[in-house]
């Protein structure tokens, strides 16, 4: 070999998957969203459909290619225009805006492998891209039109019940989606005193029957109005654990074919069954309190149920009950202890709770800063972006004011 010849440098691989965004903004989102699924965020790129159809003519499209078709006058001639630069096993998945069910059909008729509707819930773009990486996750995913959301506290004492009556409430009422709550706290369940209903819900049954099915679950569940149902049971110290964990998670499929949400009340003991819930939801909430024991409880717990590469939305939330205490940490340290920042804080609500709940069912109406903060909390659940939550900059800002005014005290 002499000096003249040229190496030269092998071609560099084409992802399995590559996704282009409309905007830099929503090609950052799909990048946290790809981060959260143990992807690399540079996967998602900005550009859309010009972008994507550039990308594909200078290098070999990837399997799984999703493309933003927001701002085409003509959708199914774009597809027309990538599928001559795609070859026939290359999946395209389509984004955008337009809720058309016709659009969707002509699609599919024209070769997509699925559309999706922004915004795009994470567990639903994560079910999505599972199905078009593997062709056979078709035949092993049953059919679920549900959502489940779990509620836990990683302490004791943390409002779990109170969250979950409320996003049931507001889900139901506000969000007009048929929703269920199961109260999983068997021994010392309170889903029936905040929600209103007197006697018994359902849930022993479930547990102990053979077989479950829509028509046994309808029977059993008890309707507390037009949208929202509850499965409880009366609270029974004594109560056997003797289904499986096989049964339990049958019946959090059965109740999703029959409710768009679904609401576990999970008590922080972790009974028997709790824990095979918080694994298995689509979405699962924490509630804290920003203390040392808080911190340690939820690292725990974060470790034991997993993190979100299976598409599955962990929100942390605090729930500063016992404000003015001394054994409190700062927010930012609770965040870099347990390892994932903190989504949403709920405002104290004071003994305005508890007084609404000596006059009848919870009445989210008395506390309006609570109550809003609970819609933000079931707008994130549901993968919506809630427009008042403040954005992260916002948080920044907040933190710079707070240690400021410590500097001045000081």
């Not at 859309?48 to 399997?63: I, K, T």
């Not at 506000?174 to 889903?191: N, P, T």
């Amino acid at each position: 070999m002499n000096d003249t010849t040229r190496i030269t440098p092998p071609a560099e691989e084409q992802p399995a998957l590559l996704l282009y965004a409309a905007s830099t903004v929503e090609a950052e989102l799909f990048g946290q969203y790809l981060q959260r699924l143990g992807l690399p965020a540079q996967l998602a790129r900005s550009g859309g459909f010009g972008a994507a159809l550039e990308g594909c003519r200078n290098q070999p499209a990837p399997e799984v290619l999703v493309v933003d078709l927001d701002g085409q006058a003509s959708p199914l001639q774009a597809v027309a225009e990538l599928a001559t630069v795609c070859p026939p096993d290359c999946r395209l998945i389509a984004l955008g805006s337009a809720h058309d069910l016709n659009l969707y059909r002509a699609l599919l008729h024209n070769g997509v492998y699925d559309y999706l509707c922004k915004p795009v819930p994470l567990d639903q773009l994560a079910s999505t891209l599972r199905r078009a990486r593997d062709p056979h996750e078709d035949h092993r995913s049953g059919s679920r039109t549900g959502r489940t959301i779990a509620v836990t506290g990683v302490s004791g004492g943390r409002g779990a019940s109170t969250v979950a009556a409320g996003l049931g409430q507001l889900l139901a009422g506000q969000r007009h989606s048929s929703s269920a709550v199961v109260d999983f706290d068997r021994g010392r369940g309170d889903q029936a005193l905040l929600l209103g209903h007197e006697g018994d819900a359902g849930l022993s049954a479930a547990l102990n029957t053979a077989q479950i099915d829509s028509r046994f679950l309808e029977r059993a569940l008890a309707r507390i109005d037009e949208r929202l149902y509850l499965l409880a049971q009366q609270p029974d110290l004594r109560a056997a654990d003797s289904f499986s964990s096989e049964h339990l998670l049958d019946l959090g499929a059965s109740l999703c074919q029959l409710f768009n949400q679904v609401i576990w009340d999970l008590p922080s003991g972790r009974c028997h069954g709790a824990l095979d819930v918080l694994e298995h939801a689509d979405t699962r909430i924490l509630l804290c309190d920003f203390s040392v024991q808080d911190a340690r409880n939820c690292l725990r717990l974060l470790r034991e149920i997993g993190d979100e590469s299976n598409g599955q939305r962990l929100l942390l939330v605090g729930n500063p009950l016992r404000p003015g205490h001394l054994d409190l940490v700062e927010r930012a340290q609770f965040e870099d202890f347990v390892g994932h920042k903190v989504d949403l804080v709920l405002p104290h609500a004071g003994s305005v709770l508890a007084d609404n709940l000596l006059a009848g069912p919870l009445d989210l109406n008395r506390t309006p800063a609570l109550q809003q903060a609970l819609l933000d909390l079931a707008d994130l659940a549901c993968g919506r972006t809630p427009v008042s939550v403040p954005a992260a900059g916002g948080n920044l800002i907040l933190r710079l004011r707070q240690a400021i005014g410590r500097r001045r005290a000081a």
